[in-house]
């Protein structure tokens, strides 16, 4: 099957291609990080499953319209606590959480590529849980290294990161050294889905995130 991927992070879309490379069936044909980039791949490649997040639906109808014209199949990825409305919700082959672990997205794909709706739900029930891992790791990491995680999480090399806050390269190495073990991660792709996968963690960084949109 050949499946188009849409996120507006790109981190979380490299960590999702690395999980579909995994499946033998599946075949990432595009990679997009916007509304218009996903329709000019829906346009070009048909019968697809189109993998899409829930912060699309400022246009998720007349998306859902080009989906269904071009003869693919819709999945959209449901962001923390988002609310799916019914309308939608029927015009959707799959529904994943954000936090989708690999059993459960193969599981989506093959179901929704053999004409099967899959609506992710014992997930949802773990969500409400409390997160004590994300709120370990929101009470050890800096404000400076929340930052770090937050600019990581947009895809940002060292350099650019250095650059917005205004310090030098190694001392952000040395920055996401001390992450690194806080979260008990190996690397920046661990870091972001451990992060994408904690939802305090994950709102944390979303507000650190904003706020440095409101400051550069």
Do not use: W
């Amino acid at each position: 099957m050949q499946v188009i991927l849409a996120d507006n992070q790109a981190i979380y879309r490299t960590g999702m291609v690395r999980i579909l490379a995994m499946e033998p069936t599946v075949q990432v044909v595009a990679q997009c990080a916007d509304l218009p980039q996903l329709q000019h791949a829906v346009a070009s490649m048909r019968r697809s499953i189109v993998v899409f997040p829930s912060s699309f639906t400022r246009e998720v109808h007349p998306l859902l319209d080009r989906i269904q014209q071009a003869g693919s199949r819709s999945v959209m990825i449901l962001e923390h606590d988002a609310v799916l409305d019914h309308a939608i919700s029927k015009r959707l082959m799959g529904v994943i959480l954000r936090s989708v672990a690999a059993p459960q997205l193969a599981d989506c794909l093959n179901s929704v590529a053999a004409g099967e709706r899959y609506v992710q739900r014992a997930v949802v029930k773990t969500m409400a849980l409390p997160d004590q891992l994300g709120v370990k790791a929101v009470q050890r990491l800096t404000a400076r290294e929340l930052q770090i995680v937050a600019l990581i999480c947009e895809g940002c090399k060292n350099k650019e990161i250095a650059h917005q806050l205004g310090t030098k390269e190694q001392v952000v190495k040395n920055y996401l050294r001390s992450i690194f073990v806080k979260t008990g991660v190996s690397d920046r792709l661990e870091l972001a889905l451990f992060t994408v996968h904690h939802r305090a963690l994950a709102e944390v960084v979303e507000a650190t995130r904003l706020v440095l949109v409101r400051t550069a």
